[in-house]
């Protein structure tokens, strides 16, 4: 298993603590600090990713739904969006991808 592979699982990992009343307090923990900064970092995500997956997270939070139903229509959204065409103004600026 890469360094890669293992901070991915941490993420993972801590993902699940998170949605998990009896170990919320240590995703909060890894969530709030450094943890995920750097995991993060190790795992290669860029920026657009770590805020996709925090926005995942708090969709999950906020619904009840498990981690693998989140995932399922995070990466069902993306597809749909990424079939639209995106916004731009009259003079062609790009307004949006959405």
Known sequence: MSLKNLSEAIILQSAEDLLSVAHRKEGLEFFGGEGFRLAAEIACM???????FLHMLLDCISSGK?????SKEMLLNKEINRSRPPHRDKKGVLLSVV
């Open 46 to 52: 860029t920026f657009d990713e770590k805020l996709d």
């Open 66 to 70: 498990k981690m693998s139903q989140c």
